[in-house]
């Protein structure tokens, strides 16, 4: 523009703009004359336009009137002059007539326009001047399209540079559905080799390589994505979306969220998607969430195979397409658990070693499609947990393999503790045993039944105990007893009353006469024992006679229960004291006779309080359960008192011990 003016319509041209910082900065200079341009631009390096002044552009700029001067007065170059020298170079410019006019944007003053004459002689005129302001105004604007297509230009730059940086993937849709950009985190995430592939990918392509799922596992159509709704106009929630390539076998989580963006028109332009990448998070999720599940399972059962099958089970699909369990046996390997997907189970490549992992301890990789896992505890390895990937594609990452570690040692710690259990189980099994009678003996004319109910998980020796024994051919004792506590101790106390009981009979007849001599040794035991206690009820019955005769002393025990042949039941003893307790216990001995099909019933407490708190049976609720069996073989005397008192409880609170003797 400035070189359309000269020399057309001036012999000097100068575009002056006002900066930001109020400086004024002379953008164009023109002359025809190159040595001027090249005199004009040392000038303004030496003497820059002063914003304060109070003539030429400064004033035009401040006031946005224009300054015509039709002749140049020297008076003017003396005014703004800031020295001798500068006063000298203005002169020798020669300028004679000068115009500045200001150049508006919007209303604004952004700078000015200033022709000037020289050589030509030319005066300038009001008309020179409405000219002057028209190519000024024109210049203006000009001006302000470059500024706007810079500031365009950098805003996209720099929008383009924030999105290429955002770690969550964007995208925007076309009203048609087609993709229109696409950042370089979509690209990765999507699996596409770079944004033009993926921006020139038909929609349905999209749905033939995406199956997409909702948190429940239902399918996700491509219409119900937020994108859609959003083109709709709709503002839609977030949508957590489970995806698989099927190209890649690949699966990921992510979170969808969409906004519509709209036109003048108020019709929706375009579909910005924001795509938020929580595969991470969603598979640490969903980890805690299986391995929660899978220590439930394993802490279900003290049966370890079946676990183990469960374990298995609930590994596939979730981690792998096929999984087995392998215990050491010895030198043999046991296979005790295998779970697939589908009807026939994919065979594990060659060479997989159950056997190396075994022996070395080490987790053993195939590729991106088989894991063996050690199932290790301390320093030992129990077995092996093999996870394998095959019709679904599946790849496994640092990520299942942490899984899997972390299963194989739960499932490793599962195994012990149930084997820990069975040897516990078993020694507390064979120590009780060896406290109760292996057989009853037979007693001439009468029928013997007992019945032995531990409480809790077998793992303590309990406390109640029963025996029967004779002294001579006709002569014979019943016991039952419950000894305070569990475990060792009691056992020992147990021990302690069973011989004691026998030993004593040998001297002494009378029951009484026995239970004393057990509490008196108990009490000479009790620095060792910690002061434990026991209740006995000790019957004696001699079958010499006919019918048999039945004498009874108890120790602060239950009294035993006689059901009589036509219905009648009595409860028939002295409570007496506790044994091991005190020196001098109240012991009391009381018979009764024992005719055909009557059924003399010991028992201890846990057969009344196996229910308690919640349900305790009385002496007259026990005796009227009896009744209904009165003259019942003893077997079925303590089949049914058991059923009707023990088996309703899920869980009873105390050892059961209950011994019947029916005269024939």
């Given amino acids: 523009m400035a070189r359309l003016a000269v020399p057309a319509f001036a012999d000097w041209c100068f575009v002056e703009l006002l900066r930001p910082d109020g400086a004024i900065e002379r953008v164009v200079m023109e002359h025809v004359d190159p040595a001027k341009r090249r005199f004009i631009v040392e000038y303004d390096e030496r003497y820059p336009l002063d914003p304060d002044s109070p003539v030429g552009s400064p004033q035009v700029i401040r006031s946005g009137e224009p300054i015509l001067m039709p002749e140049i007065p020297d008076e003017l170059w003396e005014a703004v002059a800031q020295d001798p020298e500068q006063l000298r170079l203005m002169r020798e410019a020669g300028m004679v007539s000068a115009m500045v006019v200001p150049m508006r944007v919007r209303g604004t003053v952004i700078g000015d326009l200033a022709l000037t004459t020289a050589e030509s002689g030319r005066r300038y005129t009001a008309d020179d001047l409405e000219r002057a302001q028209q190519l000024a105004d024109q210049c203006a604007l000009a001006i302000d399209n470059a500024r706007l297509h810079t500031t365009l230009r950098e805003t996209r730059d720099d929008l383009r540079a924030i999105l290429e940086g955002v770690a969550d993937a964007v995208t925007a849709q076309a009203p048609d559905g087609r993709l229109v950009y696409a950042n370089d985190a979509a690209v990765r995430l999507l699996g596409y080799r770079d944004a033009g592939e993926m921006l ?13 799922f909702d948190e429940r596992g239902e399918p996700v159509p491509m219409t119900d994505l937020p994108g859609r709704h959003a083109l709709a106009g709709r503002q839609p929630p977030p949508l ?3 995806y698989r390539d099927t190209t890649s076998h690949t699966e990921r989580w992510s979170r969808i969220q969409s906004t519509p963006v709209f036109g003048a028109d108020g019709a929706v332009r375009l579909a910005i998607n924001v795509i938020e990448d929580i595969n991470a998070l969603k598979r640490a999720e969903e980890g805690h969430r299986f391995l929660s599940e899978a220590s439930r399972v394993l802490a279900g059962s003290l049966d370890y195979h079946e676990t183990l099958r469960a374990v298995a089970r609930l590994a596939v699909p979730r981690i792998a397409d096929w999984c087995a369990v392998d215990l050491a046996a010895g030198d043999e390997i046991e296979r005790v658990a295998v779970a697939h997907v589908g ?6 490549r060659p060479g997989m070693g159950v ?9 053993e990789l195939y590729g991106d499609s088989a894991m063996l896992l050690p199932m290790r505890l ?7 947990i093999s996870f394998v990937s095959s019709g679904s594609g599946r790849r496994f990452d640092e990520q299942d393999l942490l899984l899997a570690e972390d299963l194989a040692l739960r499932a490793a710690a599962a195994v012990e503790n149930a084997r820990l259990y069975e040897t516990a189980s078993s020694i507390a099994g064979t120590l009780q045993s060896s406290l109760l009678p292996p057989v009853l003996p037979e007693i001439p004319a009468i029928e013997l039944a007992a019945a032995y109910r531990p409480a809790g998980a077998g793992l303590e020796v309990g406390g109640d105990f029963y025996d029967v024994f004779s002294t001579a051919e006709d002569q014979w004792y019943a016991v039952v007893g419950d000894v305070c506590g569990k475990g060792a101790e009691a056992a020992a106390v147990t021990a302690l009353a069973r011989y004691t009981i026998r030993a004593a009979a040998v001297r002494r007849r009378s029951p009484s006469a026995i239970l004393r001599w057990l509490s008196d040794a108990m009490l000479q035991q009790a620095a060792d024992d910690d002061g434990r206690f026991c209740t006995i009820a000790c019957a004696h019955i001699d079958v010499s006679r006919s019918p048999a005769r039945v004498t009874v002393a108890c120790g602060g025990h239950p009294l035993p229960l006689v059901i009589r042949a036509d219905g009648g039941t009595e409860h028939f003893g002295s409570p007496g004291t506790l044994l091991g307790l005190v020196e001098r216990p109240d012991l009391q001995d009381r018979t009764a006779e024992l005719r055909g099909g009557d059924t003399l019933v010991l028992y201890t407490d846990g057969l009344t309080e196996a229910g308690a708190p919640a349900r305790v049976w009385t002496p007259e609720e026990l005796a009227d359960t009896a009744r209904t069996v009165a003259g019942a073989p003893a ?3 303590v089949d049914h008192l058991i059923a009707a008192t023990v088996d309703p409880v899920a869980r009873v609170r105390d050892d059961v011990a209950v011994l019947a003797l029916r005269a024939a």
């Avoid at 929609?203 to 199956?211: H, I, K, S, T």
């Avoid at 009807?343 to 594990?348: F, K």
């Fill in 200 to 212: 020139a990918a038909d929609p349905r392509d999209f749905r033939d390589r995406f199956e997409m």
């Fill in 378 to 384: 301390r320093d030992r390895v129990l077995g092996v």
């Fill in 343 to 348: 009807e026939h189970a994919p065979e594990p």
């Fill in 355 to 363: 056997h190396g992992v075994l022996r070395g301890g080490a987790a």
């Fill in 635 to 637: 077997a079925t005397t």
């Fill in 240 to 242: 957590t979306v489970r």
